[in-house]
């Protein structure tokens, strides 16, 4: 598909500053950025992998959607994204294909993103994260 790529891999953590201790200091990846996303609930470190990111997700609160990963299935893997250049355009061909969305619409992701999840019983397993970046002219849907 055009347009589509590997954004980042993201990381469940239940504290920050220890995780970004051990990426910064023994793997020597850089931080390139630290923002809190409100509206997803969690702090979110971006660290550079030169071609993608990883990101360590933090919860603002315990029963935000990553602190209840935290609490069911403990730190790790939380999801993979693919970046997209038209999020709407791509929803909605999730949804003509059968695909089961999380989020029909997209939301505010961290860097100002536009971002859906689609859920984990339409993807082998795995929660799955849809990300257009800021800036990125939006679809005319």
Do not use: W
């Amino acid at each position: 598909m055009s347009g589509t790529r590997l954004d980042h891999i993201a990381i469940a953590v239940p504290n920050l500053k220890d995780a970004l201790r051990f990426y910064q200091e023994e793997l020597g990846l850089e931080c390139i950025s630290v923002e809190e996303v409100v509206e997803q609930g969690v702090r979110v470190a971006k660290l550079d992998l030169g071609n993608t990111h990883i990101e360590l997700l933090e919860p603002l609160s315990a029963d935000s959607p990553v602190g209840k990963f935290l609490q069911n299935r403990g730190p790790g893997l939380h999801h993979i994204c693919v970046g997209v250049d038209d999020i709407l355009k791509r929803l909605d061909t999730l949804k003509v294909q059968g695909a089961k969305l999380i989020d029909e619409q997209p939301k505010l992701g961290a860097g100002g993103a536009r971002i859906a999840f689609v859920h984990p019983k339409s993807t082998g397993g795995v929660l799955l994260e849809l990300s257009q970046p800021a800036g990125n002219k939006p679809s005319d849907h």
